[in-house]
């Protein structure tokens, strides 16, 4: 199973809603990342967890809180977004985070996410 | 810093050979992988260069010179489905596993 699975697919939130975003994977990777990617742009890293401990943020506003219940999970607690956050957010996971031999990143299908 | 600069197009027609370029800051540069994404769908690894030379994976291959800070994809027998936006990601020595994405090529495969 090499699959990075992601819910839900689109999501349509309003400022004052709070959302989660989901993420599995069962590849046994130690890293997981959230990335955010807007129309036409690379993907952008926002946080990164190394066997379940936050290892980067990338200095990501606290209206997006990260979280890593185990070593298959990760979600993305969503609280008071602006419109600005609408993009696509991905998941992707990988053997490794230290090393930088261990970057055949796994992505999601992600999730859109608009906010209005 | 760091930073990798690709062309932001490509066009090429059916059954061509395109390649796309990559050039990489070398401070604390490690290796270059390459991730080609669909509309609408997930970036998918394409391949890892750390040494010099030409990796080659069926109708894709990549390739690297470390004296030049330089790599590329090529991409034979070019097909319609091969029309995607292709990302170049540099690895390097102080920033573990994190991934540096150029800005992405959309190539366009006309018939």
Redesign the interface.
Known sequence: DTE?TQTPKHLVMGMTNKKSLKCEQHMGHR?MYWYKQKA????E?MF?YSYEKL??NESVPSRFSPECPNSSLLNLHLHALQPEDSALY?CAS?Q???????????????TRLTVV | GQSLEQPSEVTAVEGAIVQINCTYQTSGF??L?WYQQHDG?????LS?N?LDGLEETGRFSSFLSRSDSYGYLLLQELQMKDSA?Y?C?G???N?????I????T?LSVKP
């Open positions: 990075v890293a036409k742009k690379p993907p890293l990164v290892s980067i991905l990988s490794g985070w230290e090393n930088p031999m261990n970057t055949e990143a796994f992505f999601g299908q992600g | 490690y290796g992988s769908g997930a970036p998918t690894f890892y750390a936006s990302f990601a690895s390097f020595y920033q573990g596993g994190k991934l994405f150029g800005q992405g959309e």
